[in-house]
C-alpha cells in the first residue's frame, strides 16, 4: 500500500541528545553531509528519582532519558549549522509545557530554520514526571489536544484566543509567526486503540514504532474517513526502522513516507559509523 513510493521517501535518525554523547552541532552536520533528511530529538525534562512508574520498555530505565537536553535548544544549535535537513521532536511532551511560549519557541525555531521544523507530540508514560508540572495524569491526552488546536490558533491568527476546558485565554499577540503554513506539521507518537481518531481530529501524521501492527492501516483509514480526510494526505513516519534494505523497502511498501533510524546516545566514534551504515542503506535503495 505504498503512497508515494520510494522517490518520495524521506530517511532520518532520532536521538537522546545527552550530556555526554555526540553534540547536536556535530551531529546535525554530519547528518546533512550524508545526505539524510531529517534529525529528531525527544524530550523529558526530568525523571523523577522515586522510578515509581515502571518503564515502558521492561528493566532499568536508561540514563539518557534524564540525561537529554532540551529538545529546542539543541535543535536551534542544529538549525543554525544546517540548511537543508528537517529538524523535529520525537516526541516533545507537550503535556508538560505551556502552549503560549511552546508555540513561540517552535515559531521561532521554525524561521530561525527557514521553515524545517516537523512537531512530533505525545501524552507521555512517567505519570509523576507530569505530575511535577502540574499536570492531569488521567486527562493528559484531552489537555494535549487542546494546547495542540491552541498553538494553531496562535500560529494563524494576530490575535489568538482560545476557551476550552483545559486551556483558556482572551485575545493575545505573540510572534513571530511560523513560516510553513499553519504552523509546522504535527505528528502523533502513540500505538494505543485511540490513536486513530486522535490522528484524523488533530495531527497531520503518525509516528509509530517498529511498524504498523495488524489492522491498523484500516483503522486509521476509518477514522479518517469519519473526518473527510484521507490517509494519504497524512505524514506516516515509522521510527525505530529496520536497518536492512528488504525490511525497509518492506516498509515503504506499507505506506511509510518517512523512514527514522535510531542512534545511541555516545560518542561519535560510535554514531558517525552507524551514519554512514545508515546512509549506505539509502543510497542501496534508492540506487
Known sequence: ???????????????????????????????????????????????????????????????????SHDPFVALGAAAAVTERIRLGTGICLLIERDPITTAKEIASLDMISGGRVTLGIGAGWNREEMENHGANFKNRW???????????????????EFHGEHVDFDP??????????????IW???????????IA???DGWMPIGGL?????????????????????????LFGSPVQAEQVQGRIDQGFDHIIFNLPSEGADKVLPLLDRYAGIVKELRG
Open 213 to 237: 501492527g495488524s489492522g491498523n492501516m484500516e483503522r486509521l483509514q476509518e477514522a479518517m474517513a469519519k473526518q473527510d480526510r484521507r490517509v494519504e494526505d497524512l505524514d506516516l513516519a
Open 1 to 67: 500500500m505504498a503512497f508515494g513510493g520510494l522517490e518520495k521517501t524521506q530517511f532520518g535518525v532520532s536521538m537522546f541528545p545527552t550530556d555526554y554523547s555526540i553534540q547536536p552541532v556535530e551531529l546535525a552536520r554530519a547528518v546533512e553531509e550524508r545526505g539524510l533528511d531529517s534529525m529528531f530529538f525527544p524530550e523529558h525534562t526530568h525523571i523523577p528519582a522515586s522510578r515509581a512508574t515502571p518503564f515502558p520498555g521492561g528493566g532499568d530505565l536508561p540514563k539518557q532519558y534524564w540525561h
Open 172 to 185: 493575545i499577540w505573540s510572534f513571530p509567526k511560523p513560516i510553513q503554513k499553519n504552523g509546522p506539521p
Open 142 to 160: 484531552a489537555i494535549v489536544r487542546e494546547k495542540v488546536l491552541a498553538m494553531r490558533e496562535i500560529w494563524n491568527n494576530e490575535a489568538a
Open 188 to 198: 502523533i507518537g502513540a500505538n494505543s486503540k485511540w490513536v486513530f481518531d486522535r
Open 201 to 203: 481530529d488533530y495531527a
